[in-house]
């Protein structure tokens, strides 16, 4: 046990976020450098070792959180390196981009604040690599057959390192011109710098992976002639079908989807364009869902100096602390105050008082280095949302720019371009039945669509040539060992599974590898930390 009375003594402390009037100036990423380190191995002495450790049931990934907590309080780092990555090919992408369901369901979340788990992990691995011990493992020999892994997410990615590092002449297409799919070109860089993705792909490289960029299989190459060259294929192309607004006005100009937006924006970041094609700046902008896609066009919009923000979210605000109905250790639905909505708050309430024009907003500091929500029992209280039949109101962090309970009717506009977003109610106070709700309208020149995925693109080329069948819910369809119907070839990530997270990504690549390598050699050794069927905890 890490420390027997660390709980007790040690208060919960995360990493702090650059100040907002500094970091919505620049790309860089949110979170101040290593501020952690130094007390990180206290943090993870307030772990209690529990018998039956929830964090790691509550991980699809399986992750031994328990094992490197002590580890890291005993200040053996360089086996808690070890322990990390014997279940995580990518710990510094979940590190720092997982909403981690492990601190949900870590046993102290039930009275207090849960251990700072994705911190730990994080700092573990980034000290690993600025130490140079994340070396590239080879595989000792090689099997002699190969696998064509179709797509470079983190499914793909940790599909294609499993079956290299297993002795596979594995080769990674992608349609991108560069390798790392959603983390890529969704993910922007204030969020995880490129260099975090660009280094694993080097370490991917010197193991013997090929990555073939700029090809799209099912129409740069046959789907079924790339079978019939490799061994296996696996399948990991995203759910990347978005989902669609179709209301009044919705051809105008001026409105896009949220992958249509964010991929210039990271483009520009690195260099590829001078100025982005589709941009914010000087316009009222409307973002139209919520999650984490509209949580990035946000900030995206707010460092290309939009005017305004207005982000308009169907669903009634969900509660600042867990609800009975989403008991520990349950991953809840809470209102979170991302770094982006942090920003618009502190920006909005220097510039306008109150988002959209409307008076209400209060005053009081933004809180620069406020640490995230945190879903148990403590965290930063969650400031006041608008809700669809009010007005703007604020608290300490300055207004929320979200809306809630507000469904959208229609995008009006004038000579073909997209000037406002008309709205109303879709729930009465307290999520009830909406009534007689008025409408209300949102200038805007720029909408962004962020309602989500319906699962990978029907219409692909690959469906016809490799004979693959639907499921239900419009991701191909699979059994319980990520095998499709057509001989050898295996699906794993967002195709299979429907839009999730990248640790659900990484366990399914590394179970997929393991269905692959059983197919190929009969039997395996690889590990296997999810069926296909496996799904988050829920009521
Ligand atoms: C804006 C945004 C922000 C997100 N933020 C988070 C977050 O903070 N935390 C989190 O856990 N999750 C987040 N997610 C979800 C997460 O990114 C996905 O669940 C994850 O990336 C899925 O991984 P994947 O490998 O299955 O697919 P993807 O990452 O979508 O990769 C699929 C790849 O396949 C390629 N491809 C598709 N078709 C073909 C073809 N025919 N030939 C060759 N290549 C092809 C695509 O170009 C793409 O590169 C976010 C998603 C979005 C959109
Ligand atoms: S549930 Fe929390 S306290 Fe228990 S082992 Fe996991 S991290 Fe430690």
Redesign the pocket.
């Known amino acids: 046990m890490p420390d027997p009375k660390g709980f007790l003594t040690t208060g919960r402390q995360t990493r702090r976020r650059r100040p907002v009037s500094e970091r919505a100036q620049d790309w860089g990423e949110v979170y101040e450098g290593h501020p952690l380190l130094p007390v990180v191995s206290l943090q993870a002495g307030r772990c209690m070792d529990c018998g039956l450790p929830f964090c790691h049931n509550a991980c699809p990934l399986g992750n031994l959180i328990p094992e490197w907590n002590d580890l890291v309080f005993h200040q053996d780092w360089e086996a808690a390196a070890e322990r990390l990555h014997a279940t995580n090919n990518f710990p510094e992408f979940t590190g720092r981009?997982?909403?981690a369901p492990c601190e949900s369901s870590c046993v102290l979340a039930i009275n207090a604040d849960p251990v700072t788990i994705k911190e730990v992990e994080v700092a573990i691995a980034d000290r690993a690599w600025s130490r140079g011990e994340v070396r590239p493992e080879p595989a000792p020999r090689a099997t002699g057959r190969s696998v064509a892994v179709?797509?470079?997410?983190?499914?793909?990615l940790a599909g294609a390192q499993q079956l290299t590092r297993a002795g596979y002449a594995v080769t990674v297409?992608?349609?991108?011109d560069r390798v790392g799919?959603?983390?890529r070109y969704?993910?922007p860089d204030f969020?995880m710098a490129k260099r975090y993705l660009d280094r694993r792909i080097a370490q991917m490289r010197a193991e013997g992976t090929r990555f073939v960029t700029g090809?799209?299989?099912?129409t740069a190459v046959d789907a079924g002639d790339l079978r019939a060259r490799h061994d296996a294929l696996l399948l990991?192309?995203?759910a990347?079908a978005w989902r669609e607004l179709a209301l009044p006005g919705r051809a105008l100009a001026g409105i896009h989807q949220?992958?249509e937006y964010?991929p210039i924006a990271n483009r520009v970041c690195v260099g590829d364009l001078d100025a982005p094609t589709i941009s914010a700046e000087g316009k009222d902008v409307v973002i139209v869902g919520g999650g984490?896609?509209a949580a990035?066009c946000l900030g995206t919009a707010l460092r290309q100096h939009a005017r305004r923000v207005t982000q308009l979210d169907i669903h009634p605000q969900p509660p600042d602390t867990r609800s009975p109905d989403q008991p520990w250790p349950i991953h809840p639905k809470v209102h979170r105050l991302t770094a982006s909505h942090e920003e618009a708050g502190h920006l909005y309430r220097e510039q306008y008082g109150c988002p959209a024009g409307r008076p209400g907003a209060d005053g009081g500091e933004a809180g620069d280095g406020a640490p995230d929500a945190v879903p148990g029992g403590g965290g930063a209280p969650g400031r006041e949302p608008r809700a669809a039949t009010g007005g703007c109101s604020g608290g300490p962090d300055g207004p929320d720019i979200r809306t809630y309970a507000a469904r959208t009717v229609r995008f009006d506009g004038a000579e073909g371009q997209v000037s406002g977003v008309t709205f109303v109610a879709s729930a009465g106070p307290a999520g009830g039945p909406p009534g007689a709700a008025a409408e209300q309208a949102v200038p805007a020149q720029l909408v962004l669509l962020a309602l989500g995925f319906a699962g990978p693109e029907r219409d692909?080329p690959?469906v016809g040539q490799l004979g693959l069948e639907l499921a239900p819910q419009g991701t191909f369809a699979r059994d319980v060992d990520f095998a499709t119907g057509r001989d050898g070839v295996f699906v794993a990530?967002?195709?299979g599974r429907g839009?999730?997270?990248?640790?659900w990504?990484i366990a399914e690549g590394r179970s997929a590898a393991a269905a692959v390598d059983r197919y190929l050699a009969g039997s395996t050794a690889l590990p296997a930390p999810i069926r296909a069927t496996h799904r988050p905890l829920v009521l």
């Open positions: 981009l997982c909403p179709v797509g470079s997410g983190p499914a793909g297409y992608e349609r991108a799919g959603l983390l969704g993910i969020r090809t799209a299989v099912g990991a192309v995203g990347t949220a992958m964010l984490d896609t990035d692909s690959l990530g967002d195709a839009q999730s997270l990248i640790v990504a």
